[in-house]
């Protein structure tokens, strides 16, 4: 079941017996009211009036006092939790400094995140439809759960009659990706039509003209890259801060260059990394873009694992499945170096991606929270098409 499905729960239902909200699961509970073998006793209703009555929505509020008129109210109130919740789940998208992103991200199945502002997708391991609108794709490396839609999205494109995109790769893989469309050519007998850009570290594309992209060094088990884009913004330059907007005026006119030009990082996208990318002083400006999206292997945390990560960084941690080594041997980064490294991250907002699938929304909630105590960085995580435990 994904996570769109496990809020689901049956339609609010009334029946004759004592309101009995479900706590195994928050996605389902019904309200019984009257249950007859099990009558409330005063004190029951005393405590509840006590305790309930503030909960008790505006249209119960002031009719008769007793506990099932608060139990109605708790059950509406607790409904309208269970609203926000699935809103929550539902919602495609996070905003965050003004930006919106979306996307899916399961490590080993798919990753393509989207930035609708930027008109950019980040990966595109599958080809969710989101991503078909996007203009400039920014391909991290060639893993399939990272390229693998990558000619759906230029089949899709053409199917709406859409401009070719363009589409940017580590210099390293550019044949492969020309041999990889003229087989699809070849085979369907379709035009592919792309503006392929194999874009080195320490190159910079124009996208608009208030929009650069750079990519930086990534380490991960084959080649790879990041991409930090940047906003082009134009500064007074400082000697000239001190005057009045008519010499200003002046000095513009007669051809003076009076301001400089100033690279802002808007969003950094990693990709597949070990956390060497952290300590890289090259990379700085991923780590200090406003929004910084990164992927992270956590394990299920237990209060005993944190103990022995309090007691010593330097530790191996093992979890089930997951060491600090056995991230680090598959070109990935674990959640304890992240929380090691977390004192570079300089992003306002973090958002963390490419949980394995055996993860369920709850343990990924939990990896949010522990980095969350140690940036000042909002975190958030990808959850889309995870489970909960409540499924
Ligand atoms: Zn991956
Ligand atoms: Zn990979």
Redesign the pocket.
């Known amino acids: 079941m994904s996570s769109q499905s496990y809020l689901q729960k049956p339609p609010l239902t009334l029946n004759p017996s004592i309101l009995s909200p479900s706590r195994s699961s928050p996605a389902s509970f019904q309200i019984n009211l009257f249950q007859s073998h099990q009558k409330p006793t005063q004190n029951k209703l005393n405590g509840c009036k006590n305790s309930c009555s503030s909960l008790l929505p505006a249209a119960v509020k002031g009719g008769s006092s007793s506990g099932i008129l608060s139990a109605i109210g708790r059950a509406i109130e607790e409904e309208e939790e269970y609203r926000k919740a699935r809103a929550e789940v539902h919602k495609k998208s996070v905003d965050l400094e003004g930006y919106s992103v979306e996307g899916i991200s399961i490590?080993?199945h798919e990753?393509c995140v989207v930035v609708p502002q930027l008109k950019a997708a980040f990966d595109i391991?599958r080809c969710p439809s989101r991503a078909v609108h996007q203009n400039f794709l920014f391909i991290t490396h060639a893993?399939l759960?990272?390229i693998g839609g990558l000619p759906m999205y230029v089949a899709t494109r053409g199917l709406y009659s859409l401009k070719p995109p363009t589409i940017f790769v580590p210099p390293c893989i550019k044949e492969d990706v020309e041999k990889l469309f003229d087989i699809h050519r070849a085979m369907s007998n379709v035009e592919l039509n792309l503006d392929l850009v194999a874009l080195d570290i320490g190159e910079t594309y124009e996208m608009r003209n208030d929009l650069v992209v750079r990519p930086f060094k990534t380490h991960h088990v084959i080649p790879s890259q990041g991409y930090v884009v940047y906003s082009v913004r134009k500064k007074l330059r400082k000697q000239y801060m001190h005057l009045k907007g008519k010499q200003i005026e002046k000095l513009k006119k007669s051809g003076v260059e009076i301001t400089d030009t100033i690279l802002c990082p808007e969003v950094a996208f990693t990709?597949?990394t070990k956390s060497d990318f952290f300590l890289d002083p090259r990379n700085a400006d991923a780590l200090r873009a406003k929004i910084l999206i990164t992927?992270v292997k956590p394990f299920a945390f237990s209060n005993h694992m944190m103990h022995l990560y309090e007691i010593s960084l330097k530790a191996t941690f093992l979890d089930e499945c997951v060491t600090v080594e056995h991230a680090r041997d598959h070109g990935h980064t674990h959640l304890f170096e992240i929380l090691e490294h977390a004192q570079w991250i300089r992003s306002k907002a973090v958002i963390l991606t490419?949980f394995s699938p055996r993860y369920n929304i709850e343990d990924i909630r939990q990896a949010v929270s522990r980095l969350q105590s140690k940036v000042s960085a909002k975190v958030i995580a990808l959850t889309e098409g995870f489970k909960s435990k409540y499924s």
């Open positions: 490590g080993g990753t391991g893993h759960d990272h990709g597949d992927e490419h």
